[in-house]
């Protein structure tokens, strides 16, 4: 698995492609926490659409969302979008959601379909 982090203004857009493994996920994780300004960053696109097994379920949701958590340690007011276009992995990713809400972040999170639904959410 690999991945990209595109620095937007006020966020970043995280792409991540191939098989899921959680050392990458931890390696983004803490690529955003040591990189990015704690005051200027505001959301995170998760891009899950090119991934091809999410697999969010049991020890890797609870493992993405202990990152996530360990992300919001340092930046305690996000917005989280979560981009995943395929029906199949959908229940994946609203599972990931409910894994990180139950941690109590402060976040909103919300899974979306497509760019122009993000855009929307995130700057209104």
């Known amino acids: 698995m690999s ?10 857009h995280i ?3 191939g098989t899921y493994d959680s050392q990458t996920i931890r ?4 690529e955003i926490i040591n990189n990015f300004e704690r005051n200027n960053l505001h959301y995170v696109i998760w891009d899950v ?3 091809s097994k999410l697999g969010t379920k049991g020890k890797r949701a609870n493992l993405i969302a202990s990152q996530l ?3 919001s340690t340092h930046y305690p007011k996000l917005k989280i979008a979560i981009f ?9 990713s609203n599972n ?3 894994q990180v809400e139950i941690q109590k972040t402060g976040w909103e999170f919300k899974l979306f379909k497509d760019m122009q639904s993000i855009r ?5």
């Open 3 to 12: 991945y990209e982090i595109i620095d937007h203004d006020f966020g970043v």
């Open 15 to 17: 792409k991540f492609s």
């Open 27 to 30: 390696e983004a994780a803490n």
């Open 49 to 51: 659409n090119n991934i």
């Open 69 to 71: 958590v360990l992300i």
């Open 84 to 92: 995943d276009k395929d029906e199949k992995t959908k229940n994946d």
């Open 96 to 98: 990931l959601i409910f």
């Open 120 to 124: 929307a959410w995130l700057f209104s």
